[in-house]
């Protein structure tokens, strides 16, 4: 109601109050119950043309996708008296969503949907990737697809042997192999390296050719923003509301996400801008001291070989690490950590407490959030630096009631990032931080990786595939390059320009800089920019 008492005596905000203008109300499209969250407007997708989805976690893009996909029908806002189509249609009258409604509500609107997980997916499907992707291929597309995408090499296996990121792929080809009239996909780039990242955007920006209806939520911006045609914009207060902008460019839209300002609604949905460094910046710490180096390595198993170079990590470095997925990543992480030991060797080659996050996280934990953290953090969790620089940065504070394994993704990302910087080491190991997390989300992380690994004097290194976010994250970069699941090699960490212009040059992608954000963009192929900065070397910072 709005007394006061409860907001103020309410630990961790749980509770908010909110006031939102009547003529909003009266636009309220879906609301799950009483006190649950709401959305207002709904996102107008046109045929022949990418929407992407772009907002925080939690301001309902997957409620949109699933109202979209006829999973859940509308209620405008009255979950104890839910409209039937006639009213819903009604509704929308004037507006293209009127004849989609009208088309869906008779079946005769063929919608298919890549659902933001994937992790679940074997446990419902079996067989092997032949099979299921023959059983779908309904565009007889599939030779082609299995090409594009590069799955040839694992068309035998079984679903449930699938890592994430051949997963992800194999259920994104899934649905572009559907004949239907509308694709929706909800983030679709978690778990992919680049290379795959781009082919996955490709094969998805083919359908438009066809003049089907594309519907896209993704985090990575510069994913997005090769993916789409135009962008709607989801603001307000995550778990609480959201409101659905109106349809934009994408150049435009991302801009005016990153603003936090949209000029045509004269709304400000973030206090500061997001803004991007043209060149790398150089340490603002002196980086003398060296926390660990390793010699050569190797390490072989039945079929994959990875060879690691000579190399060293300083205290206070956070070192990102760029490589396709299958290439010794993990492997080199482990090797690290002293869970594998190296060929030939019998002890670790280190004595340093090592913590670790790897890339899929678990919930199978038996709790709460708290306990959780406190069982990390030991003594430091009642302090009041724990309390900002982990709990409140790392935007977990208003979860830890939580039980743990009832977190949607990207929440569960965050408490596992919390953990692992909980816990006291010299160096901390975090395998695809991003994936599931917004875009605040990201650059927060970032933020708090550094700013830990600097307070404990540790080092720090963080495999990412979001290149933007690898930007804002990384001192030094150490890029992995051979042939996936074969052989590896691990490259020394070299300053970022120069590891930037390594890995870019392997998956041939160049960036330029948005005029006005300074925001990076993926080039056309060939285009001339292309050209000129492959010609002069410069595949990332250019000004
Ligand atoms: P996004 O995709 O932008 O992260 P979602 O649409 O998944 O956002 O969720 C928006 C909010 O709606 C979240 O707070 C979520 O907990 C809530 N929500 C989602 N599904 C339900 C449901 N079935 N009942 C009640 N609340 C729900
Ligand atoms: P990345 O982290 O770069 O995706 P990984 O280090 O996880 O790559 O794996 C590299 C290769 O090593 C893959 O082909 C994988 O199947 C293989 N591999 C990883 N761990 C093992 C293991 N314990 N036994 C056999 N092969 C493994």
Redesign the pocket.
């Known amino acids: 109601s709005g007394c006061g008492i409860c907001v103020k005596k309410c630990p961790f905000k749980a509770i908010s109050i909110v006031n939102l203008p009547d003529e909003l109300e009266e636009e309220c499209s879906h609301r799950y119950g009483p006190n649950a969250f709401k959305l207002y407007r709904l996102p107008v997708p046109s045929p022949g043309m990418v929407l992407g989805l772009l907002g925080k976690n939690g301001t309902g893009k997957t409620t949109t996708i699933r109202i979209l996909s006829g999973k859940i029908k509308p209620n405008l806002g009255r979950y104890d008296n839910p409209p039937d189509w006639p009213e819903i249609i009604t509704y929308y009258r004037g507006s293209p969503l009127q004849q989609y409604f009208e088309k869906l509500s008779v079946g005769k609107l063929k919608v298919v949907h890549k659902p933001q997980y994937v992790d679940a997916i074997p446990r419902v499907v079996s067989g092997t990737v032949k099979e299921l992707l023959n059983r779908v291929d309904e565009r007889g597309i599939l030779s082609d697809l299995t090409e594009e995408l590069n799955l040839k090499h694992i068309l035998d296996r079984d679903v449930n042997v699938l890592?994430g990121?051949e997963l992800q792929l194999v259920v994104i080809a899934a649905c572009v192999c559907r004949d239907a009239d509308v694709y929706l996909f909800d983030e679709p780039s978690s778990y992919l390296?680049v290379r795959q990242r781009i082919k996955a955007a490709k094969a998805i920006r083919n359908l438009v050719k066809e003049d089907k209806i594309v519907v896209v939520a993704e985090h990575d911006l510069a994913i997005l923003d090769y993916l789409s045609d135009q962008v709607c914009i989801f603001y307000g207060k995550p778990g609480v509301y959201g409101i659905v902008s109106h349809v934009h460019g994408v150049r435009d839209g991302i801009n005016i996400y990153l603003d936090g300002f949209i000029p045509d609604e004269n709304i400000r949905f973030r206090r500061e801008p997001i803004r991007f460094h043209v060149k790398p910046p150089t340490p603002i710490w002196p980086i003398e001291e060296i926390m660990l180096s390793w010699n050569t390595m190797t390490k072989t198993?039945?079929?994959?070989k990875?060879n690691v170079r000579p190399g060293e990590i300083h205290k206070g470095e956070v070192i990102g690490i760029l490589?396709?997925?299958?290439?010794?990543?993990?492997?080199?992480?482990?090797l690290i950590a002293g869970i594998?030991l190296p060929d030939n060797a019998k002890t670790s080659p280190h004595k340093l407490k090592v913590s670790y996050k790897p890339?899929y996280i678990s919930a199978e934990y038996e709790g709460s959030v708290k306990d959780l953290l406190k069982a990390a953090a030991n003594t430091e969790f009642e302090t009041s630096w724990y309390k900002v620089e982990i709990l409140r940065s790392l935007h977990v504070e208003s979860l830890l009631d939580r039980i743990v394994s009832d977190l949607s993704g990207g929440e569960l990302q965050l408490v596992a990032i919390a953990a692992c910087l909980s816990r006291r080491a010299d160096i901390y190991l975090l395998?695809e931080p991003s994936a599931y997390l917004d875009v605040e989300e990201r650059l927060a992380m970032a933020r708090v990786i550094k700013r830990i690994v600097e307070a404990r004097e540790a080092a720090a290194f963080v495999?990412e595939h979001d290149v933007v976010a690898q930007d804002f994250i990384a001192d030094r970069l150490m890029v992995?390059t051979g042939k996936?699941?074969?052989e590896?090699v691990a490259m020394p960490p070299k300053p970022l320009r120069e590891g930037m212009n390594l890995f870019l040059k392997e998956v041939e992608i160049t960036f330029r800089r948005d005029p006005k954000t300074k925001r990076p963009r993926v080039n056309k192929e060939n285009s001339k920019l292309d050209r000129y900065q492959k010609e002069i070397g410069e595949y990332y910072y250019i000004e």
């Open positions: 890592s990121g390296d198993y039945d079929g994959f990875l490589g396709p997925n299958g290439i010794g990543k993990t492997t080199f992480v482990k594998e890339q395998d495999v992995f996936p699941g074969v590896g």
